[in-house]
C-alpha cells in the first residue's frame, strides 16, 4: 500500500522495536509508537521530505520561532480496534481540515490534506498492532506542525515540520461513566472574538494552566470558560465543548469566533437532529443556567471532545455556590449519545454520516 504514496518508509529495525505496555498501564500520552510520519516545509520546496521514519528525536536550533513566538498547531484523534481486529478513523478528514484553519490563521503553510491523509492511513495501518484492545481503549493521535527557523525576529517562519506521533491510550472512564466537577472561573478568560480561541494552537493551553490548575485545588476537574467581554455567556470547558438540556431542548453556543469547533460537538449536534431532540445553537448566559438550576430545569450538562468523547457533569460551582445537576448521576441524553458515539467509533453501530473509515 506504500506504492502511490510520494512518502519514504524507513522502517525501525527489529532491535529498535519497543516493547508494548501492559493495557493498565497506559495512561494519557505517556507511551509513544515505534513510527512516526514527518515532512518540512521552506519557501522554494513547500512541503517535501516526507517520511515514515523510526520515532526520533529533533534536532532544534535554541532560537527555532516555536519557542519564542509560538507558531504551534496541533490536533487530536483516535483509532479504534472492533470486535473483529478491524481498525477505524472517526472523521479524519475534518481534523486536517481544521488544522488547515489553524495554519491559515497562524500564518504557518496550509497541509495538502489528502497526502497527509494517504500517510496517516499508512502509518497507523504499519503501528495496528499498537492499538490497544478493550472498549475505551484507543491509538490517541497527535498532528502537530512547529516553526523552525532560527531567527529572533517576529515574523512568519520559513521554515517548519509538520509530523504525526501516536500513544496508546487507556479508557477514559476506567472506573465507570462518572459525572465530573466543573469550576466556573469570572477571574480568567480563555479567549476574545479575533483572536485564537478557534483554532488548536499551543498558546491556548498555556494560558489556561492557571485557572485549571486554582480549580483543582478547589477540588474541581476543569473549568468553564465564560465570554471574556461581560463574564456572563458560557463558551467552553477545559478542552471540550459544553452542552445544557434544559426544558428537553438541548442547547449549546455558538462558534463565533473564540469557542474551538469540535468534531465531537458536531457529531452530538447531528445526531441529536437525527433523533428529532429539539437542539439550539445559541448564545447561553450563566444566568440562565443558574436559574434552570434553581427552577429545576435544568436536566443535564455535558462536555464533548475526542478524549471523553461524552463528559456528564454532576456539580458547578459559580461565585461560591455549589448547583448539584441530576443528582450528581449521569443524564439519559449523554449516556445515549456516549454509547452511540462510542459504538460507531468501534464499528460496532450503524454509521448513518459515514464518520468511520475503515484502515487496512
Ligand atoms: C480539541 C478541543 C475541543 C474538542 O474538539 P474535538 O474535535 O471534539 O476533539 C474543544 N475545545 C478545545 C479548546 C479544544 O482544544
Known amino acids: 500500500m506504500w506504492e502511490n504514496l510520494d512518502v519514504t518508509l524507513k522502517k525501525a529495525g527489529q532491535d529498535q522495536l519497543k516493547k ?148 496508546p491510550v487507556g479508557a477514559y472512564y476506567p472506573e465507570g461513566f462518572n459525572p465530573t466537577k466543573i469550576y466556573i472561573t469570572d477571574k480568567y478568560v480563555r479567549a476574545v472574538e479575533g483572536g485564537v480561541g478557534n483554532v488548536k494552537t499551543a498558546g491556548n493551553y498555556a494560558a489556561s494552566l492557571l485557572a485549571s490548575q486554582e480549580a483543582k485545588d478547589a477540588g474541581y476537574t476543569q473549568v468553564l470558560w465564560l465570554d471574556a467581554c461581560e463574564r456572563k455567556y458560557i463558551e467552553e470547558v477545559g478542552t471540550s465543548n459544553i452542552f445544557f438540556r434544559i426544558k428537553d431542548t438541548v442547547i449549546t453556543p455558538p462558534l463565533h469566533g473564540s469557542i474551538l469547533g469540535g468534531i465531537t460537538r458536531d457529531s452530538v449536534i447531528k445526531l441529536v437532529n437525527h433523533w428529532d431532540i429539539s437542539i439550539e445553537e445559541r448564545k447561553i448566559s450563566i444566568d440562565e443556567v443558574v436559574s434552570a438550576s434553581q427552577d429545576g430545569s435544568l436536566q443535564e450538562v455535558f462536555g464533548t471532545g475526542t478524549a471523553a468523547v461524552i463528559s456528564p457533569v454532576g456539580e458547578l460551582f459559580y461565585k461560591g455556590e455549589k448547583y448539584i445537576i441530576n443528582n450528581g448521576q449521569t443524564g439519559a441524553l449523554s449516556h445515549r449519545l456516549f454509547e452511540e458515539l462510542q459504538g460507531i467509533q468501534y464499528g460496532r453501530k450503524e454509521d448513518p454520516f459515514k464518520w468511520t473509515l475503515r484502515v487496512g
Open 20 to 167: 508494548k505496555p501492559a493495557q493498565d498501564e497506559l495512561g494519557f500520552g505517556k507511551h509513544f509508537t515505534d513510527h512516526m510520519f514527518l515532512m518540512k516545509w521552506d519557501k522554494q520546496n513547500g512541503w517535501h521530505d516526507a517520511e515514515i521514519c523510526p520515532y526520533h528525536q529533533f534536532q532544534v536550533d535554541p532560537a527555532a520561532m516555536v519557542f519564542h513566538y509560538g507558531q504551534a498547531i496541533f490536533e487530536g484523534m483516535k483509532a479504534y480496534k472492533g470486535e473483529d481486529g478491524q481498525i477505524f478513523l472517526f472523521r479524519p478528514k475534518d481534523n486536517f481540515e481544521r488544522m488547515n484553519v489553524s495554519a491559515t490563521r497562524l500564518c504557518m503553510p496550509r497541509l495538502p490534506v489528502d497526502k497527509v491523509f494517504k500517510a496517516l492511513k499508512a502509518l497507523v495501518y504499519l503501528e495496528r498492532e499498537w492499538v490497544p484492545s478493550g472498549d475505551g481503549a484507543t491509538l490517541y493521535i497527535r498532528p502537530t506542525m512547529i516553526a523552525m527557523e532560527p531567527t529572533l525576529g517576529v515574523k512568519p517562519s520559513s521554515l517548519y515540520y509538520f509530523y504525526i506521533i501516536m500513544s
